[in-house]
């Protein structure tokens, strides 16, 4: 059993296979996932209510971006990381110290950032 154990996580990601992807890693790693959105509405909705520990957010969403989602979470107190093909410039200020994936990741990098976003809690 290791650190990421048990994390509820809520996924979203807009490319179908991506999803697929971080949802076989999410499982590889012993973690849970809650929900996998692609739509920024849907996202914000779960983001509110759902019992989560963590959240991987894709910054481009079929051309809107999930900052909403992002602060939503920021709000309650739940860690995220961001997983973006652009790099950090695609970041505005104020969620420039998030964690970011690049993509395409491994999955040793994946893991990597997710435990840097789980310490980053008490810094929200």
Sequence with gaps: MNELSGIRVLIVE???????LIE?????LG?????????LQEACAIAETAEIDLAVLDVN?????SFPVAEVLRERGVPFLFS?????SALPSEFSGC?????????K????TLTVALAMKSAL
């Design 99 to 107: 964690p970011v994936l690049a993509k395409p990741f491994s999955a």
């Design 24 to 28: 076989d890693m999410l499982q590889d």
């Design 31 to 39: 973690c849970e996932t809650v929900a996998s959105v692609a739509g």
């Design 84 to 88: 973006t093909g652009y790099g950090t």
């Design 14 to 20: 807009d490319e179908g296979f991506v999803a697929l």
């Design 109 to 112: 990098a994946f893991e990597q």
């Design 61 to 65: 969403l079929a051309g809107q971006h």
